[in-house]
């Protein structure tokens, strides 16, 4: 069998699919709305260094669309135009799925040759396993994925159980899980007991070194010792959210900036709450939109000037 750097027909299927999803991407720029293009801003630049990368990796120049991607891309354009920002929406969602799925197949087949080697050669310093159950996280598959990590790299995630269930203890040995109080009861079958207790079992069974608890309207309590007796084995961190607006993607943005939070500092304080705080910011704002920066920023001003207002007003 042919390995990826000989194979053309996987070269120009990966080159040509990369070159699609860039060419969708940029389309639908033009026709969407502000939440999405906001989105979309965020893919265009990741979607062209991948579209680079491959290039580079075949050694093929393929600038432009095949006959069938072109009609495809149409056609999607086409129900787009027609149905608006759902429709958008799903069609972003797909790719990103198919995407996924597609890269998975061709690592299953590919690990141990030239692309196995160029893709354990990709410098990144965290590797994050959101995992929604619809895509490609299964009990099958996930000790392959967690197995493919290469060393050194921090280990995020988080899981879900909505329409289908994700156990978060079957990402074992993590960095970094962050569950929600539902998720965490699912995981341990377990109805009955208080918050710290969930969490101090929850991060036993996990066998992760830092477990953000996310309990909704409450905040978030963070178990980060397996010493549970210990008063600073836990940090209890209230909601900073001023007023919920749409709290649609406010889990994503606690685990991004939790995520990068404590690789920078190493704090767990200091990741726990910049990760309530970009999550307040999500729920503050109609629609699943990216936390910037400067958001962050804003809401710990307001914080600040909030814990702050009693000293103002006796000087």
């Avoid at 495809?72 to 759902?86: S, T």
């Avoid at 069974?205 to 309207?217: D, F, P, S, V």
């Avoid at 500092?265 to 307040?280: C, E, K, V």
């Amino acid at each position: 069998m042919p390995e990826p750097a000989t194979d053309p027909r996987l070269g120009r299927q990966l080159v040509l699919d990369e070159l699609f999803d860039l060419s969708l991407y940029r389309a639908l720029h033009g026709i969407a709305l502000a939440p999405q293009r906001a989105i979309l801003d965020q893919l265009i630049p990741i979607e062209t260094r991948h579209h680079a990368f491959w290039q580079e990796f075949f050694g093929l120049d393929l600038p432009r669309l095949d006959w069938g991607r072109r009609l495809k891309l149409w056609l999607m354009l086409a129900v787009a135009r027609v149905f608006g920002a759902p429709a958008i929406h799903l069609i972003l969602e797909a790719i990103e799925v198919f995407g996924v799925r597609k890269y998975l197949a061709v690592w299953r087949r590919y690990e141990h040759g030239p692309l196995g080697a160029a893709v354990r050669e990709v410098k990144s310093d965290a590797v994050v396993f959101s995992d929604f159950r619809h895509g490609i996280f299964n009990r099958r598959t996930i000790p392959p994925l967690v197995e493919a990590i290469p060393a050194g790299r921090f280990k995020v995630a988080d899981s879900q159980v909505a329409s289908r269930w994700g156990n978060i203890t079957e990402f074992k040995g993590f960095d970094l899980i962050t569950p929600n109080e539902r998720e965490a009861r699912f995981a341990l079958a377990d109805q009955d007991s208080g918050i710290r207790p969930l969490a101090s079992t929850l991060y036993d069974a996990a066998q992760c070194k830092t477990l953000i608890l996310k309990l909704g309207e409450r905040g978030v309590l963070t178990c980060r010792s397996s010493d549970h007796e210990s008063l600073d084995s836990f940090i209890v961190i209230d909601s900073f959210v001023d007023r919920v607006v749409d709290a649609v993607g406010a889990g994503d943005a606690l685990l991004a900036y939790a995520t990068l939070a404590k690789m920078a500092s190493g704090s767990d304080a200091i990741a726990t709450i910049l990760g309530s705080m970009a999550a307040a910011c999500e729920c503050e704002v109609d629609g699943n939109i990216p936390v910037t920066p400067a958001d962050v920023r804003r809401k710990i001003d307001a914080v600040e000037a909030e814990a702050n207002y009693g000293d103002r007003r006796r000087s």
